[in-house]
């Protein structure tokens, strides 16, 4: 009986610890944090509740349904076995006595072995009466603690899906929002867009140059946030718009030339000198640049196939083309670099005809995103 008693505390202590084990610790990202059950939330270290904690409950659910688990089945599985147990070793213990108190009456028949066999019979039945009790009062013990471990994790249950429902309701607020400042952000980009060269329609290959080649500071536009695409493009404004294409550094260029019409003091001139330097313009022999001159398609195709290095000498259908023409070998990269997009099947190149800023932004734009 006393290995009974020890062993059933035993079990009974270890399970009412662990119970009492659930209510600390069960938020595992609060040092510290306790369940309370008034709020159906975490109370943290510091005293203040937490119904919106993003704790994981998953782990202390699953040790509590465990432990639920092991007390309604396994104790009192045990209890009951021990109890078994206990009521044998009763049996064995009196088994002897019992059998000589009996035979004790057989053989003497007086009133003193009588008395000796029912006070032992007597005794018997009071320790397995004691038994009984102490059995039926340890399961109603782990009946107990099963009803107070199975509270607490409804109770758990109950918060973690609250707190779930609030992190969903949370998560999509932020999503909402998150949407709705896209929206802002484009429609203020959308805004800021419109400002920039309004002249340019926007479903436009002339539109998606000149954003590209801004996006690149190429190109800059009017005062007036306006493009001007029909103005023609003189020889200073391309020498400025390829060596930026090309990535040229500038800073700290002191090239020295000698044309008649260009000067220190011009906004051009470091673009005019280094595009001298690197062979993209020579100026005329009487050693004038005109920097203020339209730039013809022959002086485009030139200057634009040398300063972003593009080939020579590739065929071409012209034929308003002189076979000796200065600019001859560097016709076929008109088609191979889809230079003029809307003459493309033309055979007529008109070397002679300006160029407009917006031929001239969609032949940069059509080799930069092909070629570089």
């Given at each position: 009986m006393k290995k009974f008693l020890i062993t059933t505390l035993i079990i009974l202590t270890s399970f009412t610890v662990k119970a009492a084990d659930l209510y600390q610790g069960c938020c595992s990202y609060h040092s510290g944090a306790s369940y309370c059950h008034a709020t159906n939330s975490?109370?943290?270290?510091?005293?203040?509740?937490?119904?919106?904690c993003t704790c994981n409950f998953d782990s202390e659910l699953v040790d509590v349904e465990n432990l639920f688990k092991f007390n309604n089945d396994r104790v009192p599985e045990r209890i009951n076995s021990d109890y078994e147990n206990a009521i044998s070793d009763i049996n064995e213990l009196y088994a002897n006595s019992l059998s000589r108190a009996e035979a004790n009456v057989a053989h003497y028949g007086n009133n003193q072995a009588r008395s000796t066999l029912e006070s032992l019979l007597q005794k018997k039945e009071s320790s397995s009466d004691d038994i009984v009790f102490i059995r039926d009062q340890l399961l109603e013990d782990a009946a107990l603690e099963t009803n107070e471990v199975l509270n607490i994790?409804?109770?758990?249950?109950?918060?973690?899906?609250?707190?779930?429902?609030?992190?969903?309701?949370?998560?999509?607020?932020?999503?909402?929002?998150?949407?709705?400042?896209?929206?802002?952000?484009?429609?203020?980009?959308?805004?800021?867009?419109?400002?920039?060269?309004?002249?340019?329609?926007?479903?436009?290959?002339?539109?998606?140059?000149?954003?590209?080649?801004?996006?690149?500071?190429?190109?800059?536009?009017?005062?007036?946030?306006?493009?001007?695409g029909e103005k023609p493009v003189n020889r200073a404004e391309l020498a400025k718009m390829l060596l930026i294409a090309k990535g040229v550094e500038l800073e700290g260029a002191k090239e020295k030339i000698n044309y008649t019409d260009v000067s220190e003091k011009d906004w051009f001139w470091i673009y005019v000198a280094k595009a001298t330097q690197l062979g993209i313009i020579k100026g005329d022999p009487d050693g004038s640049f005109r920097p203020g001159s339209p730039v013809n398609r022959a002086e485009l195709i030139k200057m634009i196939s040398i300063s972003l290095d593009l080939g020579e000498d590739l065929n071409h259908k012209y034929t308003d083309i002189a076979s000796n023409a200065w600019y001859e070998k560097y016709l076929g990269n008109v088609k191979t670099y889809n230079l003029f997009p809307e003459e493309y099947y033309k055979v007529w190149f008109k070397p002679q005809q300006p160029v407009t800023r917006y031929e001239t932004a969609v032949a940069i734009y059509n080799i930069l995103i092909n070629s570089y």
């Amino acid at each position: 009986m006393k290995k009974f008693l020890i062993t059933t505390l035993i079990i009974l202590t270890s399970f009412t610890v662990k119970a009492a084990d659930l209510y600390q610790g069960c938020c595992s990202y609060h040092s510290g944090a306790s369940y309370c059950h008034a709020t159906n939330s975490i109370m943290c270290s510091d005293g203040k509740f937490s119904p919106t904690c993003t704790c994981n409950f998953d782990s202390e659910l699953v040790d509590v349904e465990n432990l639920f688990k092991f007390n309604n089945d396994r104790v009192p599985e045990r209890i009951n076995s021990d109890y078994e147990n206990a009521i044998s070793d009763i049996n064995e213990l009196y088994a002897n006595s019992l059998s000589r108190a009996e035979a004790n009456v057989a053989h003497y028949g007086n009133n003193q072995a009588r008395s000796t066999l029912e006070s032992l019979l007597q005794k018997k039945e009071s320790s397995s009466d004691d038994i009984v009790f102490i059995r039926d009062q340890l399961l109603e013990d782990a009946a107990l603690e099963t009803n107070e471990v199975l509270n607490i994790y409804m109770a758990m249950k109950a918060s973690a899906e609250t707190l779930k429902a609030s992190n969903v309701a949370a998560q999509a607020a932020i999503e909402e929002k998150a949407r709705l400042a896209k929206e802002e952000a484009l429609a203020a980009e959308k805004e800021v867009m419109m400002r920039i060269f309004p002249d340019v329609p926007r479903d436009s290959t002339e539109y998606e140059a000149a954003i590209y080649l801004k996006n690149k500071d190429v190109i800059k536009g009017n005062p007036d946030g306006s493009f001007g695409g029909e103005k023609p493009v003189n020889r200073a404004e391309l020498a400025k718009m390829l060596l930026i294409a090309k990535g040229v550094e500038l800073e700290g260029a002191k090239e020295k030339i000698n044309y008649t019409d260009v000067s220190e003091k011009d906004w051009f001139w470091i673009y005019v000198a280094k595009a001298t330097q690197l062979g993209i313009i020579k100026g005329d022999p009487d050693g004038s640049f005109r920097p203020g001159s339209p730039v013809n398609r022959a002086e485009l195709i030139k200057m634009i196939s040398i300063s972003l290095d593009l080939g020579e000498d590739l065929n071409h259908k012209y034929t308003d083309i002189a076979s000796n023409a200065w600019y001859e070998k560097y016709l076929g990269n008109v088609k191979t670099y889809n230079l003029f997009p809307e003459e493309y099947y033309k055979v007529w190149f008109k070397p002679q005809q300006p160029v407009t800023r917006y031929e001239t932004a969609v032949a940069i734009y059509n080799i930069l995103i092909n070629s570089y």
